[in-house]
């Protein structure tokens, strides 16, 4: 089998467990789900997930990937600081608009890295890559004195926050128009405390 084609089947395998994880949570998922739904046979998903738990921990992965592929994938060496942390609240705003599912999906990632140390790490992993990647910009924007000294850990936490709320949006309800008004003003919010005065 090609790599191309062992990608392709691990991403189809992956794209399915993901939905039916959202839809029936992990414990009352199997992996005759998981088969019925990506329509491969068990041998083929077993050939590259030994179980339901490895599945879903490559799932970790996999959801950065599918949650904000453009963000992370996109060039933009001359936007300022404030102009990618507002994308990267638009990029939000999309995902919520188009796959909703992606944001009850890291609520199932939360209740299981409570009880699992495994799981637990690899949340850690990616997001300490995304905290990272805000610090990168938050100092890009000191460097270039859009923003004043500030500590950009903290300010990294509470962008994180921000963006995790959606997940509130996603369990309760809210309409397109209040999800926006949420991003935007709360980024707007952060970047005000931040931005410098010269």
């Keep these: 089998m090609s790599v191309n084609k062992q990608e392709n089947t691990k991403k189809k395998i992956l794209d399915s467990a993901f939905d039916v994880f ?9 992996m005759s789900h998981i088969v019925r739904e990506s329509g491969l046979s068990k041998g083929a998903i077993y050939h590259y997930y030994k179980s339901k738990k490895d599945l ?6 996999h959801w950065e990937i599918f949650s904000f592929p453009d963000f992370y994938s996109k060039s933009n060496k001359d936007e300022s600081a ?19 599912h992606v944001f009850l ?16 790490d690899r ?40 963006f995790q709320g959606i997940n509130w949006f996603c369990l309760f309800g809210g309409n397109k128009r209040e999800v926006e008004k949420y991003l935007h003003q709360s980024v707007h919010t952060i970047l005000e405390g931040i931005r410098s005065k010269s």
């Design 123 to 162: 949340s850690k992993v990616l997001y300490d890559k995304i905290l990272k990647l805000f610090e990168l910009v938050l100092n890009k924007g000191i460097r270039n004195k859009e923003f004043k000294k500030i500590d950009t850990k903290t300010i990294s936490v509470e962008l994180l926050s921000v």
């Design 56 to 61: 879903f921990i490559s799932l970790i992965d």
């Design 105 to 120: 999906a890291e609520i199932e990632f939360w209740a299981l890295a409570n009880k699992d140390k495994e799981i637990n």
């Design 22 to 30: 959202v839809k029936n949570g992990y414990k009352d998922t199997t």
């Design 82 to 100: 404030q102009e990618t942390l507002m994308r990267f609240a638009d990029t939000v705003y999309e995902v919520f608009c188009k796959r909703p």
